[in-house]
């Protein structure tokens, strides 16, 4: 579970962009815009990103805050499933990124994986539909919720992508150093059961 401090800055930073949305009276701006300047001293006193950056996090949000969509392909050849490095952190995770308005998620599955590791792919199945905060990932300000699609390769060969600089296929027994802000290995591990047993339900929390 996330630490407290992360959900209360989170739920000051949504509260207040609701306000500043919504908010007409001057005066409840203010103290809108001073509950989000409340949240970004929250995030940068325990981070190590500065206050400009914090705040230029939110300040591109506006609307009712809602969670952020990352959706995840898991690709399977011979028993070992597909990752690629990450350029930011030098982790492996599987291909992904954030929902693309526009597209379905299984079109971003598809898209991503193409763009950072140059197979072509189909969806097959949702394997499952995860709250980050409930996972041992690093600290985030954003709430986001993460979909996992398992997709067969239909095509394609392996191809760095912008933000990837490696393309591989790893055993349930020999998985690399993870980006952990990405993926898990215990999400890594429910991947495999899923190939283990094409039967299993989809995970959701």
């Not at 609307?63 to 952190?89: C, H, Q, S």
């Not at 954030?98 to 197979?119: C, H, M, Q, R, Y």
């Not at 591989?168 to 290995?185: G, I, K, M, V």
């Amino acid at each position: 579970m996330e630490p407290k401090w992360l959900e209360w800055a989170k739920q000051l930073q949504s509260i207040a962009q609701a306000g500043l949305t919504y908010s007409k009276d001057v005066y409840d701006l203010e103290r809108f815009e001073l509950i989000r300047n409340i949240s970004v001293e929250m995030l940068s006193l325990h981070t190590d990103a500065s206050r400009t950056v914090i705040k230029d996090l939110f300040a591109n949000e506006t609307g009712y805050a809602t969670p952020k969509v990352d959706i995840r392909a898991v690709v399977f050849k011979e028993n070992k499933i597909l990752m690629v490095r990450e350029n930011t952190d030098g982790g492996w995770a599987l291909p992904g990124g954030w929902g693309d308005i526009g597209l379905t998620p299984n079109e971003v599955a598809v898209k991503e994986v193409k763009e950072e590791s140059g197979f072509e792919v189909k969806p097959i199945k949702l394997t499952a539909v995860l709250d980050k905060k409930c996972h041992p990932h690093p600290p985030s300000p954003y709430h986001v919720y993460k979909i996992f699609i398992q997709c067969e390769i239909i095509g394609g060969a392996p191809m760095e992508g912008v933000e990837t600089d490696a393309v591989d296929f790893f055993a349930e027994n020999e998985l690399p150093p993870l980006s952990a802000a990405r993926n898990t290995e215990s999400q890594i591990r429910l991947a495999f059961k899923h190939l283990h047993n094409p039967q299993e339900p989809v995970y959701f929390d």
